[in-house]
């Protein structure tokens, strides 16, 4: 018997869509706050038109974030939903929306309105450059966020050619900084009595997250370039190539340094003075790799990491998603977790990370058609329909 | 006048060292937390030996994610300092640690102890694997975790290359899901004054943010491989080629897509049936990316995208941080924030994405020398030196 959940009892209206809003509404469901999401009729979260699809044609996209939701299909242009829906404000504890600044104003539910019809609502909006300054009503995307936050800048090989971080990052780390604001604003209004309105930005939400390349910009003023898959500062943290391919190695203190060149049986790399510190090391990358490189090539990978397993030196395979799902230790961890709706196959998703008192929560294995809940939650939450 | 922070009044023991704990703690203390870094006396964070260095030889690296927290040394393996220890246990509300798992215990300090002594105290542990399944004692590095997620995989240009996520995102998130899970869990202890054990892992925290990668395998059976800039279902979603380098266009829907190719008075793009909807666009990324480098090689990044700002078709830059620091916008935000301590001149880092009710949450200016809040620190939670 698992003890309730720690959002247990929370009432969440989220009118967002896509990733980012969707992301932080997932994080709450998980961890146990009844999510009750506001769909245009018809159409829905424009998410359900993105691939991948599965056979009967419904979004994997869409069904991967949106476990554990209640669909509920208004039309907040017309006028009968919209008083449904400010029936549906009173009874909630949170609203969460990502629509362009100005949006909730055109629909009559600016935050005040809101706000006055239910003192206690937290309000958060998550946007791509917030509810003020010059830029807030510009459109954003993922890529334009990575772009202009300077994160694709310090991403890939090349700064003619940076790259693009493989998954939607800013969308997520919008929608994780969302979540954590509206938990902390909970504890303040269940002191108070009193709700806030939260603004979040994709951008900053982006920036936030630079660490070092901030840090190296502000003591050098030179702006940090990509590196690959080296560490700013410490060294040999990085890929480098085997036999068959590369493979990690995190080598980050002198004890580890001196470990892997007892592994590698290279006596004469302890005694070169270009690499004799990480500080020395990390000076001297384009040396350090070139000589670890030439000793690595001649086992292949799985080799290496036995060996370097056997003597403490933190080292891994770059794996693809097969291998990662394959993984026991993932596994072991119950970190994958399959929904279904209707007659749609089970999908693989990716679960949630949080273990609690050594559990993991319990994850709905539902994702919402269009409009499902409609009828149930106005009962529910109206006593009516 | 700003109300109060939401977490004003929490007590958090901050046990950890490097980036993803002291993250977390900083999101804490950003909110309004109390933070009280246990750090080993001599040496303290492994992270104050961290680059870049400011003049006087102080780490800026550590200044840069530790402001607002205060310090004090204590050695955990001495009875003495443990006893100390215990007593800050029991007007704790919150520990974080970030040690291997085993490390507590072999303080003598394990969550059963700590929870006897303050049944109300939330012990939240972040490492690299968890504290269960076969590898939850193995060392954890990013790069090690974005290697192993499948993170490493699907970012770059060539699966045989991949690229590490310019900066540690894996530690950040990790920051991120633990101030979640934390302030989550606080919620439920206020409701029944039970305190809880969270158990997260960077592996895990990286794996739950892959959205459409785990959902392409899933439908696909194929690992997804790394997109450069692309997005992989969303076309034109990606870096192009002007007159003086790369920028980014994001035009997700047809619309956005008849507006570019006005913009490129380029009826024939419209006309060709491989660009003709966004599934089209997407099935055909090598041929769309050649036909729009073409057409935008001859004019320079800046007249570009005052073009297609003015037809409203997004698109960005690819900013380095010496432009992403200048940006007006992001200055309105009052996203940037200094820290000083002591004869080191203020140091420029990324403050807090979150706005409440419309105010940036007041930042503490500080970053705490080793040790330098250890009276302060007795006296205040114990009434004693």
Known sequence: MTPPLPLHGLRVLDLTRVLAGPYCTMLLADLGAEVVKIERPGSGDDARQFGPFMENGDSAYFASINRGKKSVALDLKQEA???????????????????????????????????????????????????????????????IIQALSGLMSITGYDSSQPARVGNSISDILTGLFTALGIVAALRQCDATGTGCDLDLSMLECTVATLENAVTRFAVSGQPPTPLGTRHPSIA?????????????????NDTLWHRLCEVLAAPELLADPKLATNRDRAANLDHLEACLNVRLAHRPIREWLALLAAAGVPAAPIRHLGEVVADPHLQARGIWHYVQNGDNPSLLTAGTPFVIDGHKPTLSPMWPKLGEHTERVLREWLGST
Chains 1, 2 share one sequence.
Do not use: C
């Open 81 to 143: 939903d919209r008083a449904t829906f400010l029936r549906l404000v009173e009874k909630a504890d949170v609203l969460v929306e990502n629509f362009r600044p100005g949006t909730m104003e055109s629909f009559g539910l600016p935050s005040q309105r809101l706000r006055e019809i239910n003192p206690r609502l937290i309000v958060a909006s998550a946007t791509g450059f917030g509810q003020t300054g010059p830029d807030s009503r510009r459109a954003a995307y993922d890529v």
């Open 236 to 252: 040999p943290f990085q890929a480098f190539q085997a036999a068959d391919g590369q493979f990690v190695i995190a080598a980050g």
